[in-house]
DNA sequence: GCTAGGATGCTCT
DNA sequence: GAGCATCCTAGCC
């Protein structure tokens, strides 16, 4: 059985691996698998970069100001898919994490892409050569690349089409970096962003004295 | 190598 | 009407 195949029958990670503080949760989600299968492919791809955001004190959370219709699936339970459209032209991706209510959330920012390359290249729709660096460095980059959209949003990550799942590569805490979040105006002081230090498949290196 | 600017449309005030 | 959890290209070192 090769790789895919196995990826395909792997069992998602629990509901209670979301249902915890979102810190420890977008820590972890380090190195994880996100498998998705759809019209343009089967794909599959590591985590290296991810953003938290809380349900309380973070003015940079979509869920800052109460629930609306555009962040409602942000106060669902753990584990379900948070797909917002931005800039007119872009999709993000995110899981909700702790118990329902809250309003948290982990923002998918760049993964290393396994399988499912071809694909991902062709729906990423670039110009000549470009080098596959370039694939899912980028949140909206991915979700272009793993053919993620609106019909996504408010699913789970306990599908066989879509899931998260465990390529057993744990980290210590000496590989995780923690930076402040990119692209945000408000709440920027605070070290939300979580990267997998030394993988040359994250959106941006952000010099700081403080990337542990 | 780097930066500035434009694309483009939804969401909330 | 302003702002946006972005990306790409052109133009400039």
Redesign the pocket.
């Known amino acids: 059985m090769n790789w895919l195949e196995k990826s395909f029958r792997k069992k998602p990670l629990p509901r209670s691996f979301y249902q915890r503080p979102t810190l420890e949760v977008a820590k972890e989600l380090l190195g994880k698998g996100l498998f998705v299968k759809n019209r343009s492919g089967s794909f599959l791809c590591r985590i290296v970069e991810v953003?938290a955001?809380l349900a309380e004190d973070d003015p940079?959370?979509?869920s800052f100001?109460g629930p609306?219709?555009?962040?409602a699936p942000m106060f669902c339970e753990g584990g379900t898919a948070y797909v917002y459209?931005?800039?007119?032209?872009?999709f993000?991706m995110?899981v909700v994490t702790e118990p329902s209510g809250k309003g948290a959330?982990v923002?998918f920012r760049a993964a290393e892409p396994l399988l499912g390359i071809k694909e991902m290249q062709k729906n990423?729709k670039?110009?000549g050569e470009s080098p596959l660096k370039?694939l899912c460095s980028?949140?909206?980059?991915l979700t272009q690349a793993l053919g993620i959209n609106l019909k996504d949003n408010k699913r789970t990550f306990f599908r066989p089409e879509l899931k998260l799942i465990d390529l057993r590569q744990d980290l210590s805490d000496s590989q995780i970096g923690s930076t402040p979040?990119?692209?945000?105006?408000?709440g920027t002081e605070l070290p939300f962003r979580f990267i997998i230090k030394d993988s040359p498949w994250i959106?941006k290196h952000v010099f700081r004295k403080h990337t542990r």
């Open positions: 953003e955001y940079a959370s979509h100001r609306t219709p555009r962040n459209f931005t800039y007119g032209m872009h993000c995110n959330a923002l990423r670039l110009k370039n980028g949140p909206a980059k979040r990119i692209g945000i105006s408000k959106s």
